[in-house]
Nanobody, 116 residues
Framework: VQLQASGGGLVQAGGSLTLSCAASGNINSINSLGWYHQAPGKQRELVAFVTESGRTNYADSALEGRFTISRDNNKNTVALQMNRLQPEDTGVYYC??????????WGQGTQVTVSS
């Protein structure tokens, strides 16, 4: 499975960005697509994921009020709409694919920089 992420960039605090990720290859019909955030000098952490049935899970309930994850099963894409961005949202965002039993794939990462 290959993941191609796009949509990062530089934005001022309070602004918005939408990240997109397209999955291709041998995609399991049962899977989840998600986004992880790696802040400078920190470990990669889950932001949110969405299953093939549309069930979403946000790692932090506070993020759910600012970020929205969605997917298009017909296109095998996942998007992360990020609103009211803050400087602490700066970092590299990675698209992630998981499928049973142990498939895990990562996209190349897209940089998001939020200036104060």
């Amino acid at each position: 499975v290959q993941l191609q992420a796009s949509g990062g960039g530089l934005v001022q605090a309070g602004g918005s960005l939408t990240l997109s990720c397209a999955a291709s290859g041998n995609i399991n019909s049962i899977n989840s697509l998600g986004w992880y955030h790696q802040a400078p000098g920190k470990q990669r952490e889950l932001v949110a994921f969405v299953t093939e049935s549309g069930r979403t899970n946000y790692a932090d309930s506070a993020l759910e009020g600012r970020f929205t994850i969605s997917r298009d099963n017909n296109k095998n894409t996942v998007a992360l709409q990020m609103n009211r961005l803050q400087p602490e949202d700066t970092g590299v965002y990675y698209c992630n694919y998981r499928a049973p039993p142990l498939e895990i794939y990562w996209g190349q990462g897209t940089q998001v920089t939020v200036s104060s």
